[in-house]
T-cell receptor, first 116, second 111 residues
């Protein structure tokens, strides 16, 4: 059973370009979360999605950022017209929704976005 | 607003020492509290999860406790090793499936 898969591992974009980050949750997990981690800072919640629904996007910047989790395929975090301040590690996590083992939130390895 | 705070921000100890990492949260209506480890440039690895009905969980040299009334959780690491060097994060789950993270404690265990 593969873990949470994120790609790409590293993404370099120039200012003004679009960035697309992908996340495939663990098999059987229907809850997906996106977090952002700036250098030397903690994880900041961005958005919580279930299949075809955005449950909570209170952590998403009002402009340029969007997220989706379609019925088929991975969850996508999309950043339009990137700026240097968007440079960060973006982590995806998934959850089965209930505690079935001694864990509930499972993380991917992250995508390091660098904006030149 | 739920806030999660971790103290200290950084900790350096000699190998073999027992140590305690602290996590405090402002809202006692917590469902679960989960401790993670993050190595530089890597993702988060789950260590322990304590459900709101539990007071502690143990895994090997790790023991985590939860006191909802005082809004605190501690992660106890026994006989620390250089391989334990990492950033340790705690996350409180509120409103079912919404997780709030502390800023982490960066641990350095010196050989």
């Amino acid at each position: 059973n593969a873990g949470v898969m994120q790609n790409p591992r590293h993404l370099v974009r120039r200012r003004g370009q679009e960035a697309r980050l992908r996340c495939s949750p663990m098999k059987g997990h229907s809850h997906v979360y996106w977090y952002r981690q700036l250098p030397e800072e903690g994880l900041k919640f961005m958005v919580y999605l279930q299949k075809e629904n955005i449950i909570d996007e209170s952590g998403m910047p009002k402009e340029r950022f969007s997220a989706e989790f379609p019925k088929e395929g991975p969850s996508i975090l999309r950043i339009q017209q990137v700026v240097r301040g968007d440079s960060a590690a973006y982590f995806c996590a998934s959850s089965p929704g209930v505690v079935t083992t001694n864990e509930k939130l499972f993380f991917g390895s992250g995508t390091q976005l660098s904006v030149l | 607003k739920q806030e999660v705070t971790q103290i200290p921000a950084a900790l350096s100890v000699p190998e073999g020492e027992n140590l305690v990492l602290n996590c405090s949260f402002t809202d006692s209506a917590i469902y679960n509290l989960q401790w993670f480890r993050q190595d530089p440039g890597k993702g988060l690895t789950s260590l322990l999860l304590i459900q709101s009905s539990q007071r502690e969980q143990t895994s090997g040299r790790l023991n985590a406790s939860l006191d909802k009334s005082s809004g605190r959780s501690t992660l106890y690491i026994a006989a620390s090793q250089p391989g334990d060097s990492a950033t340790y994060l705690c996350a409180g789950e509120y409103n079912f499936n919404k997780f709030y993270f502390g800023s982490g404690t960066k641990l350095n265990v010196k050989p």
